[in-house]
């Protein structure tokens, strides 16, 4: 969870972020202290694949594999794009920014998606969950019903 690695002879190692090679050569020159010439070899036992999770008032919320550069509107995208009950005004996006910290950003996906601030679109990151919440009718919706004049009429026992 912390990132390190406790061997016998060498002590803790701190691996995370390293590549299997760069692993190996951190655990080498460790062990290069007390050793002459040790060899190390490192395997993968268990990989967790880069991901994003997608939330709320989209057509197939859930949790995607990362493949790549993923901008917040593809990701969006893959998760079927918006529905008719979502507030694009108020999209969040939380980050993890290490143990149990994470930095949340509101973001305004009507002001993002149009041609003049398209390049301001962020680039997703593995962990990363994207929250569409509900818009405002489609939370009074139940409690309310349209009239044969268009008009709307709230269900407190309005004829």
Known sequence: PDGCVSLPLIGDIKLAGLTLEGAADAIKAKAGERLRDPEVTVLLKEYVKPYFVVAGEVAHPGRFDLHGDVSLIEALAVSGGFKDSAKRT????????????AEVHLLDLRKLMSASNIREDLTIRSGDMIVVPRNFISRVEPFIRISQTGL?????GIQ
């Open 90 to 101: 108020q999209v969040i996006l939380m980050r993890k920014t290490g143990g149990d910290m």
């Open 152 to 156: 709307y009429a709230i269900l407190w």
